[in-house]
DNA sequence: AAAAATCATGTAATCGATTACACGAAAGTA
DNA sequence: TACTTTCGTGTAATCGATTACATGATTTTT
């Protein structure tokens, strides 16, 4: 039925040659006026459309680019990869998703396999920063793709990355929960071999340093960014000598679950004990007990992830840009952490 | 520095073929056992990687599928892409995200440039249902693009859908509000051109009926998804002659501005008055006092229609086939619909 | 009017891989 | 030995668009 319509189809019906059918549909002005209009009523009467991967073969670009994420299906990341696609839409560039769900082979095959489909750029959130085998990153460099790192970073040169404050974000909160009178405050954190993870702790420490609190190791739990981590790890905290009277939680799902083990135990929250928590996922604004979180503005990263790539996209290979984006983290105060109430 | 390595390099440096190499790469049985050893050898010696867009001009195949959806920071629709994701990787697909916010425009405009970048199939979750303007959808059958509806669908011959039985969703829900003793039972609901609000009303309707409850037209409120929906619905109900005692909202996001406006007017959630939403989203979970909603598995829809894509892309184009999928809604009784506190 | 410049279009190579067809060499058959 | 298969590889077209270079037709310049 409707078979593909080529310029050379154009060409034939019009008994000129396709050469002269690919310049005036790209508004070469070689071509005469009178041709190009010609050209292009005729193209527009046969239903032409042009052949996109013929287009990407001969120059090398598929207009397509790469986001390699953990998961999709979490607001921060979804609000990410939301941002990246509205900026980069006017520019005609389509988003392949790929996710790693956590681990580092999937990553690597990811890596491999963007690069394979000729894509124009990659932006990622790594999983982890083990160095062991760079060798992924290393093809991605050496085929001058551009890379672009957004929120979980590597230090690689030549490598962009936008990402937030969060040794800011870190000493925030925790600053907040000092002004709210906290003086024992405990951190949940995450795989510290993750930038993110360890600035955020290093924000919490400088924070009670500041304010001539002393830092404790064992106000320090690790755990996973779950739910029942947070429970587990309240109830771990809980059994120290002296238990802490608050908790910065860097991931708001182990905040929540802290909080539902804290009044599983009739703890009066915020009066008792202050929460706060990280990444402002919607529904910590949703509870009736809603929670203090550090909001990383995903929608701001993504769109500006894909401007740095844009930036980069068409510079001259050689000159290698590095650019740095930090953004400023923002404390959202709510209930959990509220103790003066009027 | 790493300049590509076409299989024309590997050719020379062997003195034989392009062809040769490419058969031996592709596992001819035509090619002698020695040659093909050595070629597999050198190509990875040389650091060969296969030119996809070349392939995909040949094939006229491009390996990648398109998914379009309304938004994709939206843990519903966040979590059918993972299904797809996940579902189409070992098979070597990539996966295109496109939203359209909505906007029938861009709908359409996303429907042809997945087209003409030569995906090889679309699965998507319908934006409006107006009829006036097909072509786009006419565009990707007549180009033999494999077509599949998820969640939201069109009444379009040859195209496969994967939806739940909304119906049967609302029915549930409603029949759980009338057990747990509730009589004026509200309705929020979406834009009814969409089967999906459509059929979540009939059933609300029919279960109504099942129980000797008589419909009103007045206990029908048409909300956007959204918090303050939910509020201003709830604004109205509550001015009626004889107001509701309970809600069952095709919003989980509407149902928690019902429920926060309720609790504003000190009106005690569930033992005065009902909610229950639709979606399951995951703060409703999350809440104290949290939320029955009907789960509509994103995850299961999503792998369902990429299984349906795979079923159909490989298929003689001649023979159309049209495969109706309906999963299984399941309903999730929560606190804000459950009187009986033992 | 002859030479030079400009214009519009055609010719053919190119991007990288696949594959129908052709062909010489080796092996099998009569 | 002469004839037919079979085997392994080469030749060249193809997918669809772009573009450097060539060429013939106008127009401008002197």
């Known amino acids: 039925m409707s078979e593909k319509v080529t310029i050379y189809d154009i060409a034939e019906k019009l008994n000129i040659t396709a050469a002269t059918v690919s310049r005036a549909l790209n508004n070469n002005p070689k071509i005469k006026e009178a041709t190009r209009e010609l050209v292009i009523k005729t193209a527009a009467a046969m239903?032409?459309?042009?052949?996109?991967?013929?287009?990407?073969?001969?120059?090398?670009?598929?207009?397509?680019?790469?986001?390699?994420?953990?998961?999709?299906?979490?607001?921060?990341?979804?609000?990410?990869?939301?941002?990246?696609?509205?900026e980069l839409y006017p520019h005609g560039y389509q988003?392949?998703?790929?996710?790693?769900?956590?681990?580092?082979?999937?990553?690597?095959?990811?890596?491999?396999?963007?690069?394979?489909?000729?894509?124009?750029?990659?932006?990622?959130?790594?999983?982890?920063?083990?160095?062991?085998?760079?060798?992924?990153?290393?093809?991605?460099?050496?085929?001058?793709?551009?890379?672009?790192?957004?929120?979980?970073?590597?230090?690689?040169?030549?490598?962009?990355?936008?990402?937030i404050n969060d040794f800011k974000?870190?000493?925030?909160?925790?600053?907040?929960?000092?002004?709210?009178?906290?003086?024992?405050?405990?951190?949940?954190?995450g795989d510290q071999s993750l930038d993110i993870f360890k600035n955020r702790f290093l924000g919490y420490k400088q924070a009670l340093l500041d304010?001539?609190?002393?830092?404790?190791?064992?106000?320090?739990?690790?755990?996973?960014?779950?739910?029942?981590?947070?429970?587990?790890?309240?109830?771990?905290?809980?059994?120290l000598q002296t238990p802490p009277d608050a908790i910065f939680s860097s991931s708001d799902f182990a905040a929540l679950g802290a909080i539902q083990e804290l009044k599983e135990r009739n703890i009066d929250i915020p009066n008792e004990f202050c929460v706060a928590g990280f990444s402002n996922e919607p529904f910590t604004k949703f509870m009736e007990l809603s929670i203090t979180s550090v909001d990383q503005s995903p929608l701001e990263m993504g769109k500006m992830s894909a401007r740095v790539f844009l930036e980069q996209v068409d510079?001259?290979?050689?000159?290698?840009?590095?650019?740095k984006v930090v953004l400023a983290p923002e404390l959202h105060i709510r209930k959990s952490s509220t103790k003066t109430t009027f």
Chains 1, 2 share one sequence.
């Open 47 to 86: 239903n032409y459309k042009q052949n996109k991967l013929a287009l990407a073969l001969k120059s090398g670009r598929s207009n397509n680019i790469g986001v390699i994420v953990p998961r999709i299906d979490s607001n921060f990341f979804a609000s990410v990869i939301r941002g990246i696609e509205e």
């Open 95 to 163: 988003v392949i998703i790929c996710q790693t769900h956590e681990s580092i082979k999937r990553e690597n095959e990811n890596l491999h396999t963007l690069v394979d489909a000729q894509v124009d750029g990659i932006m990622m959130s790594v999983t982890g920063i083990s160095n062991e085998n760079d060798s992924a990153f290393r093809n991605v460099l050496e085929k001058n793709v551009p890379l672009i790192f957004f929120d979980r970073s590597k230090h690689i040169d030549g490598v962009s990355s936008v990402t």
């Open 169 to 189: 974000g870190g000493y925030l909160a925790t600053k907040h929960l000092i002004d709210e009178g906290c003086r024992h405050i405990a951190h949940l954190s």
């Open 211 to 239: 304010n001539g609190i002393d830092f404790k190791e064992e106000y320090v739990i690790y755990t996973k960014s779950a739910v029942d981590a947070g429970k587990e790890a309240v109830d771990k905290l809980l059994q």
């Open 315 to 323: 510079k001259t290979d050689t000159i290698k840009i590095e650019k």
